[in-house]
C-alpha cells in the first residue's frame, strides 16, 4: 500500500478545511439559514454586525444609556446560537435591520468576531479567532489593549486577511479610521498571542507598552501570555471568553510576571511557529494538545466582570481532518 504523498497545497488544502467547519462556538444551530442569507462581502458584513452588536463598556455611556443588570449579563453568553436567541428576543426583524442601540446585545469585541466567523464559515469562508493585542481602536497615542479579530482566507488572493468586527461605520468615523479597517486590518498595528509573547521578551520596555494602561512590564508579560493562551485555544477550535483561566493562568496572581523555566520554554517552542505555514501549524496544535498547562482542560474558571467566577465546561478540541496521533 502506498503511503500518501504529502504536498504544500494538500497541507493547505486541509488547514483551509479545519477552518470552514464550526467549533462548539461559532454552532449557529437554527440560525444557520439566517447566516447563510447574509451578504457574502466582509465589509457588508461588519455593518450588519454594527447594527446588532454594542460593546458594553463603551457604546452605552457615549450614548447616555445605563443598562441594567439583565442586559449586562449578556457578555457571558459565550456561543453563537445563544448570542442570536438573544438578538432576536430583543428585537425579532431581520438581521440585516439595524436596531437601536438599546435592542442591541452587549458584548466586547471577542463577541462581534466571534458573530463575523460564525457567518464566514457558515457561508464556506475558511476563519478563525485571534486573540492578540492592538493600541486600543487602533489610535497609536492610545495604550496597547487586549483585542480579538478574525483571520480568513482571501481566496482571490490567496493570503490570509484580518477582519474587526467591531470596525462599522460610526466607529470608523469616530477614529477617523480607514474603510479597509473592517477587512483587511494591516498586519503591523495587531499583534497575535504568538508575537505578543515573543515582544514581551525582548525587555523591559516592550514589556511595559503591551501592559496598556496597568503600567507595568511584568503585567505586560501577564497579559501577553494569556492571550498567546486563548489564541493557541481558538486555533485549536474552542474560542474562550477575555476573562476565562486555565492552566498556566491560574498559577499566579493576576498582573504578576510569569514564573519558571519550564514555562518559559513550552511557550517559547510554541511561539517559534508559524501557524500560516500548513506544517507548523499541525505541528503546533500536535505540541499544544501535548502540553499540560498549556492546553485547555475540561473545566475552566471563568472570572466575568458582570457574572462573577464561575466553573464552566470546555468542550474538546477540534480535530484536524487527517490527524491520527
Request: aromatic share 8%; glycine share 6%.
Amino acid at each position: 500500500m502506498t503511503a500518501a504523498v504529502r504536498t504544500p497545497a494538500a497541507g493547505l488544502d486541509r488547514m483551509l478545511a479545519t477552518y470552514r467547519r464550526h467549533t462548539p462556538m461559532t454552532e449557529p444551530g437554527p440560525h444557520a439559514e439566517a447566516l447563510r442569507r447574509l451578504p457574502a462581502d466582509v465589509p457588508a458584513l461588519v455593518e450588519v454586525i454594527g447594527g446588532l452588536f454594542a460593546h458594553y463598556e463603551l457604546d452605552p455611556p457615549a450614548a447616555g444609556w445605563k443598562p441594567g443588570g439583565d442586559r449586562l449579563a449578556e457578555v457571558d453568553l459565550r456561543a453563537t446560537r445563544r448570542m442570536l436567541d438573544r438578538v432576536l428576543a430583543l428585537d425579532p426583524a431581520p438581521l440585516t435591520r439595524a436596531r437601536p442601540l438599546h435592542r442591541r446585545w452587549l458584548g466586547v469585541c471577542r463577541d462581534a468576531s466571534l458573530l463575523l466567523c460564525a457567518v464566514l464559515r457558515e457561508q464556506g469562508v475558511p476563519a478563525r479567532l485571534r486573540y492578540g493585542t492592538a493600541h486600543h481602536l487602533y489610535v497609536p497615542y492610545r495604550p496597547m489593549h487586549d483585542h480579538v479579530v478574525v483571520e480568513y482566507w482571501s481566496a482571490g488572493e490567496g493570503r490570509w486577511r484580518y477582519a474587526d468586527g467591531r470596525m462599522y461605520r460610526t466607529a470608523r468615523d469616530t477614529f477617523q479610521l480607514p474603510d479597509h479597517y473592517r477587512d483587511d486590518v494591516p498586519e503591523s498595528v495587531f499583534l497575535t498571542g504568538a508575537r505578543a509573547w515573543r515582544r514581551a521578551q525582548e525587555g523591559e520596555r516592550a514589556a511595559l507598552r503591551l501592559s496598556g494602561l496597568m503600567l507595568n512590564a511584568d503585567a505586560g508579560r501577564w497579559q501577553a501570555r494569556n492571550l498567546f493562551l486563548y489564541d493557541l485555544a481558538a486555533l485549536a477550535g474552542w474560542e474562550p471568553l477575555m476573562w476565562d483561566a486555565w492552566g498556566y493562568i491560574r498559577r499566579a496572581r493576576p498582573q504578576s510576571r510569569p514564573r519558571g523555566v519550564l514555562q518559559y520554554r513550552k511557550l517559547g517552542r510554541l511561539a517559534a511557529l508559524d501557524d500560516r505555514d500548513p506544517e507548523q501549524w499541525r505541528e503546533l496544535l500536535r505540541r499544544y494538545r501535548a502540553t499540560r498547562l498549556v492546553r485547555v482542560p475540561a473545566r475552566v474558571l471563568s472570572c466575568s466582570p458582570v457574572n462573577g467566577r464561575r466553573v464552566v465546561a470546555a468542550p474538546p478540541a477540534r480535530r484536524t481532518p487527517d490527524d491520527r496521533d
